[in-house]
């Protein structure tokens, strides 16, 4: 039996667990970002001193600024993406990596290292696969990255 490989978004973003199979958490939120989000991108939401959530979008068309829809939040799965700073060489199997929040003219992305000022929160960690980063230092394609848990109740770290 021959296997077709499933498209990807604009953001090359597949999911290698099957996500639905342990239980997705997806949770409403209101888009804020001042633009549509897009299928799959990986989004940080939240109000300061609010609840935050961070996991991507699992509406067919997206989310328009302003309206509500799901984002997947579960922590027992494995995410392939390609949105991350491509310039990073920092990029190690087992790192932590951190989700950058993007805004009203771009999405957010995966970096090495943190930076608090500008709103970086702790993500993930990269899979021990062999193959879990795409590409060579400097120049990677993508990554391959096991979220973590998020506690609702938690407010956003400044």
């Known amino acids: ?45 939240h109000d300061t ?28 799965r494995v995410i392939r993406t390609s949105q991350i700073k491509k310039d990073a060489t920092a990029y190690a199997v087992d790192g932590e990596v951190f989700f950058h929040p993007g805004g009203s003219g771009a999405a957010g992305y995966l970096v090495a290292t ?10 993930g960690r990269i899979t021990k696969a062999a193959d879990s980063i795409g590409g060579t230092s400097g ?5 391959e990255v096991r979220p973590y848990a998020y506690d609702p109740s938690r407010a956003l770290e400044t």
């Open 139 to 143: 120049a990677y394609t993508y990554l």
């Open 1 to 45: 039996m021959a296997f077709i490989e499933a498209d990807v978004n604009e953001y090359g973003f597949s999911e290698v667990t099957d996500g639905t199979a342990l239980g997705d958490a997806q949770p409403e939120i209101t888009n804020g970002e001042g633009r549509t989000v897009l299928p799959y991108e990986i989004v940080l939401q």
């Open 114 to 123: 943190a930076d608090k000022a500008a709103g970086d929160i702790a993500f």
């Open 49 to 76: 001193g609010e609840p935050f959530y961070c996991g991507e979008v699992r509406e067919y068309d997206g989310i328009a600024d302003g309206a509500d829809g799901r984002i997947n939040i579960e922590h027992r």
